[in-house]
């Protein structure tokens, strides 16, 4: 098989479109659709709260961490063998998940399926603008890519709700894995092949001391609230991460072709930049995260209502994605961030307002369109915002960078919330079990040993008409003030990052406003994965 054409084209292959696209959409899928089965997961696998954050990181992890290293392995080997191969891993993953007989299991596959959706991100989108050779065509490829992208996002809450509903949650995977299966067979007969070796490079230094660094954080992030913050696992998992997160910065000082690029953060603009990419995309997945843990193993709703909440938070981007499209032509994209980030802020706030007990819909539709068109403003122009603060030959680089840094924004948000949040209610409910109620002896007893097995989230899921379920209301009371506290959290972040950009970010762009809506549209597609 040859790795490049034999002739030069003069358009962008059909056959390399649909397989890009399918790919991409695909990948969106994957990462996406355990959020709306959340609810399924704490009734049939039982894991305590920690657990329950592991199966959407054990997916998030490999993407955020390997991401630009596949990348970099279809411009060194070809890219046609990594669609096939990321496809063919999703496949494997999803098809592990859907025929998991518990929790741990689940996060293999999950952990499977994301490394072929690291895979498939990058690799997809390097084809598809490999194919084009003007950039009225690779612009409109790359629309085109990134409407497949926003599809993603919207089929999956519509997926999971009604495999969940009318189904199970095994069959959610099981058809994301015949998707799978049809996207790998698509790209082996239809994709044509394209590598860019020049100037390319590994960086296994870097890439092995983030691997471990980050894993090791998140390790003691999710893990903290159930074995305790001072507990020695804990303790060594955040010495771990500090001691490789700064042995990362040292390999990436001395890498010839370095994953993160430490020169750029000189620039002081870009560095302010980089910290909203971070905690702008915190923002947003931590209230993702939030909603489906509130609806589904809190209020134990169905996976078809839940999907609704999904639809507000992921729906609207494509929807309004002609109109952020004009404003970043018309406006710079420090304005249309820091009015998206503004409109997060809003609806998390409100949403942290809702009462526990409120099963409405309808009550979900202000806070979480709000926190869906912020977005759909945010993920439009953060990373034209960040390499806008650039000098034009390193806006490739600014972007690499910030994709990276915004794959971690997105990792860090269930993990943060739901340590935040199931600390808050797990010390909510203890107190409110160690003062005097009606609760017999026997019932406080057995709602701690439930407590000190499974945490807030199993006492708030067993029968009513058992010894510790007359303690039931009191884990549902603790576990919406915590997840409240988590909207809080996530609401902050957002408002602190808006009022940054409006302060930090003022005066003139180093780029002409073409160039700035070049890198907006391309890299609006790369932010929305």
Request: charged fraction near 10%; proline fraction near 5%.
């Amino acid at each position: 098989m040859s790795d490049a054409p034999a002739a030069p084209r003069t358009s962008l292959p059909l056959g390399t479109l649909v397989a890009g696209c399918l790919a991409v959409c695909l990948a969106q899928i994957g990462l996406a659709i355990p959020a709306t089965l959340n609810g399924l997961f704490q009734e049939h696998l039982h894991p305590v709260g920690s657990q329950l954050t592991w199966i959407s990181d054990a997916f998030l992890l490999p993407v955020a961490v390997l991401e630009l290293s596949f990348g970099v392995l279809g411009d060194l080997f070809g890219r046609k063998q990594l669609l096939v191969g990321g496809a063919a891993l999703v496949c494997a993953g999803e098809a592990v998940a859907a025929s998991a007989s518990g929790i741990h299991q689940l996060w293999v596959g999950q952990a499977l399926a994301g490394l072929g959706a690291a895979a498939l991100f990058p690799t997809s989108l390097a084809m598809i603008a490999a194919g084009t050779h003007t950039g009225a065509r690779r612009a409109r490829a790359i629309a085109v890519w990134a409407s497949s992208l926003s599809a993603g996002g919207f089929l999956a809450p519509l997926l999971g709700g009604i495999t969940g509903t009318y189904g199970s949650w095994r069959s959610a995977f099981v058809v994301v894995a015949v998707l799978a299966a049809v996207s790998a067979l698509v790209s082996l007969w239809l994709a044509a092949n394209s590598r860019a070796p020049q100037g390319r490079s590994l960086d296994v230094g870097g890439q092995i001391t983030i691997g471990i660094g980050l894993f090791a954080l998140l390790y003691a992030v999710i893990q903290g609230p159930t074995d305790g913050w001072g507990s020695a696992p804990v303790v060594m998992a955040f010495v771990i991460a500090g001691v490789f997160l700064g042995l990362f910065v040292v390999a990436e000082s001395r890498a010839g072709s370095p994953l993160l690029r430490l020169d750029l953060f000189r620039n002081r603009s870009f560095a302010i930049a980089s910290v909203v990419a971070v905690t702008g995309m915190f923002s947003f997945l931590g209230t993702a995260y939030a909603a489906s843990i509130r609806l589904g193993p809190v209020q134990h709703q169905s996976a078809m209502r839940t999907a609704f909440a999904f639809l507000l938070l992921n729906g609207i981007t494509p929807v309004l994605t002609p109109l952020t499209s004009r404003l970043l032509h018309r406006l710079p994209a420090r304005a249309l961030l820091s009015a998206g980030l503004a409109l997060i802020a809003a609806g998390d706030f409100l949403a942290a307002g809702l009462a526990v007990g409120d099963r409405n819909l309808i009550s979900l539709i202000l806070p979480l369109g709000l926190v869906g068109i912020g977005f759909a403003f945010t993920v439009s122009s953060i990373t034209a915002t960040a390499v806008n603060t650039v000098p034009l030959p390193l806006a490739g680089m600014a972007s690499a960078a910030t994709n990276l840094l915004r794959d971690f924004g997105f990792t860090l948000g269930p993990a943060v919330i739901g340590a935040v949040a199931l600390s808050q209610a797990a010390s909510r409910v203890t107190s409110s079990l160690t003062t005097p109620s009606s609760l017999n002896a026997e019932s406080k007893a057995a709602a701690h040993e439930v407590l000190k097995e499974g945490g807030p989230l199993a006492l708030n899921s067993v029968p009513t008409d058992s010894p510790p379920g007359a303690a039931r209301s009191y884990a549902l009371d603790a576990l919406g003030h915590g997840y409240a506290l988590g909207f809080v959290v996530c609401g902050s972040a957002a408002l602190l990052s808006a009022l940054l950009v409006v302060t930090a970010l003022r005066g003139r762009t180093t780029q002409e406003d073409a160039s700035r809506s070049d890198d907006g549209t391309e890299r609006t597609v790369v932010i929305a994965g």
